[in-house]
């Protein structure tokens, strides 16, 4: 079973300022089945990226994920005030369905 | 556009057993993938397991393995999920999420908390 770690745990940055959040697995994902989810306190996560690249559905440009095989990043290119959440990384891709999560990042305000 | 519904709050005694709806509408219930993930107060998620409706067959994460069962109702685009011999530890927050078969999770409910209290 993959195992997700993410790092850094927090990450205390301004408003303007480029995130990079990593996220790195256990043994290779195939075909780079790879999500990213924004969640917010008291809200249910909602899917920023998949295929490690591809933005989701309304999914602003200043968002933008990469990586293959066992890390991967996403980035934030400047900070607006409603990106201040906690992201979290998952595998996904198989039939039943599986989605191992990582543990998570928080961006909070510096 | 997907939408899921489900059930509301509830608190159960340690031991017993819970079981929380989720109920689509907007889309093709039978096409997607549901799964449960969970999150305990101040903690991460946890996928716990998934359907595909149309094939009926689910997956469980290993630890929740004889624990939780995962159903799918076609008729009413209704999936389940029941989980038995509650402790004080499953406590969270309990979310069921949707997608394409193979893919990620797209659409969300808005969770159901479940308490497990003496």
């Known amino acids: 079973e993959i195992v997700l770690t993410q790092s850094p745990g927090t990450l205390s940055l301004s408003p303007g300022e480029r995130a990079t959040l990593s996220c790195r697995a256990s043994q290779s994902v195939s075909s780079s089945y790879l999500a990213w989810y924004q969640q917010k306190p008291g809200q249910a996560p909602r899917l920023l990226i998949y295929g490690a690249s591809s933005r989701a559905t309304g999914i602003p440009d200043r968002f933008s994920g990469s990586g293959s095989g066992t890390d991967f990043t996403l980035t934030i290119s400047r900070l607006e005030p409603e990106d201040f959440a906690v992201y979290y990384c998952?595998?996904?891709?198989?039939?039943?369905?599986?989605?191992?999560f990582g543990p998570g990042t928080k961006v909070d305000i510096k | 556009q997907v939408q899921l519904v489900q059930s509301g709050a509830e608190v159960k005694k340690p031991g017993s057993s819970v079981k929380v709806s989720c109920k689509a509408s907007g889309g093709t219930f039978s096409s997607y993938a549901i799964s449960w993930v969970r999150q305990a107060p101040g903690q991460g998620l946890e996928w716990m397991g998934g359907?595909?409706?149309?094939?009926?067959?689910?997956n469980y994460a290993q630890k929740f393995q004889g624990r939780v069962t995962i159903t799918a109702d076609k008729s009413t685009s209704t999936a389940y999920m029941e989980l038995s011999s509650l402790r004080s530890e499953d406590t969270a927050v309990y979310y069921c999420?949707?997608?394409?078969?193979?893919?990620?999770?797209?659409?969300w409910g808005q969770g159901t908390l479940v308490t497990v209290s003496s």
């Open positions: 999420a949707a997608g394409k078969i193979f893919g990620p999770f797209d659409y």
């Open positions: 998952q595998q996904y891709g198989s039939s039943p369905p599986k989605g191992t």
């Open positions: 359907i595909i409706p149309i094939f009926g067959t689910a």
